[in-house]
């Protein structure tokens, strides 16, 4: 996920450890709303669990719910660099493109 990306140099990161996530919306903006705020809770929670890969488990288009498991490690100074801290994902500018050719997703996130 390109939001952690922001936070370390992702390539310095380990699949050493997974978290498990759901979430649900009342629509698609809402789910990806709480999809990735599930993943910033586990950042700025300890652990301090920082992904590398997100796998989707279940994906509910029509109930708008959604599980998926992290790959990454505990966030450590001496290993990571330290970069700009997510403090919020912003819903206001957030798109959807859902089309048989492509799935798109913009979000700004709050730094």
Request: glycine content about 6%; hydrophobic content about 45%; some cysteine.
């Amino acid at each position: 996920m390109s939001m952690f990306a922001y936070m370390t140099e992702i390539n310095t990161v380990d699949m050493v450890e997974k978290q498990e996530i759901e979430a649900e919306g009342d629509d698609m903006l809402g789910l990806l709303f709480h999809f990735l705020d599930e993943f910033l809770f586990l950042f700025c929670a300890e652990p301090f669990f920082i992904v590398r890969k997100v796998k989707i488990l279940e994906f509910d288009k029509e109930n708008f719910k959604i599980k998926a498991v992290g790959y990454g490690e505990e966030f450590d100074l001496s290993k990571h660099p330290q970069g700009t801290e997510v403090k919020a994902i912003t819903y206001g500018s957030m798109q959807v493109y859902d089309t048989d050719d492509a799935h798109d997703v913009f979000v700004i996130i709050d730094i």
